[in-house]
């Protein structure tokens, strides 16, 4: 089994529905992380979360909301989804530490919003 | 702010050629840097990283990247490539500050034709 883990990984959905991405991770990583991929822009941080009781949003969070259920939990919600949120999604973790650490990366949950 | 910028978006290569892919890094401060490598499908892992020490570090399947401080560059080179590299390959930045969180440059697509 991946050691984290996003659900759904593929997606399609109509402008203007919520929609809940999950991340699930076995890593015992305190801190964990939504990024969105777009071509030519690279990846691009939306929320972080260094523990359960710690979120801060990252570069792009406009239009994004995050839970941190458990240390294992982690799920981006997208309020009322537009077409430019079109992308594919990145949840990552990383052990506690200073910027040395090394990131591990989900599958990917690729959305389509119409 | 830290930024990092991928010079070329696709290099395309015959099997056996030699590479490299360039990255060049924006910081007032002290950086860590990465290489991370996303096959068709598939989500990032780490390639190779600089944290400290030895300016050059190498991967277990070839690649070496070499930190050169004086030109903020981080160049990704591997002497004969096989069609498995084939794949997106993103440099990354971090600092003692950033905790986990990463900038990424643009990505690169590295074609390896036979």
């Known amino acids: 089994d991946a050691d984290v883990t996003q659900t759904p990984r593929n997606r399609i959905t109509k402008t203007g529905k919520r929609i809940m991405l999950e991340c699930s991770q076995t890593?015992?990583?305190?801190?964990m992380y939504w990024y969105r991929q777009d071509p030519g822009l690279g990846l691009r941080l939306i929320y972080y979360?260094?523990?359960?009781?710690?979120?801060n949003k990252g570069e792009i969070s406009d239009g994004y909301s995050v839970s941190r259920q458990a240390q294992a939990k982690f799920s981006l919600s997208l309020e009322s989804a537009i077409p430019n949120q079109t992308a594919l999604y990145f949840c990552?973790?990383?052990?506690?530490?200073?910027?040395?650490?090394?990131?591990?990366f989900g599958q990917g949950t690729r959305l389509t919003v119409v | 702010a830290q930024s990092v910028t991928q010079l070329d978006s696709q290099v395309p290569v015959f099997e056996e050629a030699p590479v490299e892919l360039r990255c060049n890094y924006s910081s007032s401060v002290s950086v860590y840097l990465f290489w991370y490598v996303q096959y068709p499908n598939q989500g990032l892992q780490l390639l190779l990283k600089y944290l400290s020490g030895s300016t050059l570090v190498k991967s277990i399947n070839g690649f070496e990247a070499e930190f050169n401080k004086s030109q903020t560059s981080f160049h990704l080179r591997k002497p004969s490539v096989h069609i498995s590299d084939t794949a997106e390959y993103f440099c990354?930045?971090?600092?003692?500050?950033?905790?986990?969180?990463?900038?990424f440059g643009q990505g690169t697509e590295l074609s390896v034709k036979p």
């Open positions: 890593k015992g990583h305190d801190r």
């Open positions: 979360s260094f523990d359960v009781k710690d979120i």
């Open positions: 990552a973790t990383s052990a506690a530490g200073t910027g040395n650490t090394e990131a591990f």
């Open positions: 990354a930045v971090s600092h003692d500050n950033q905790g986990g969180k990463l900038i």
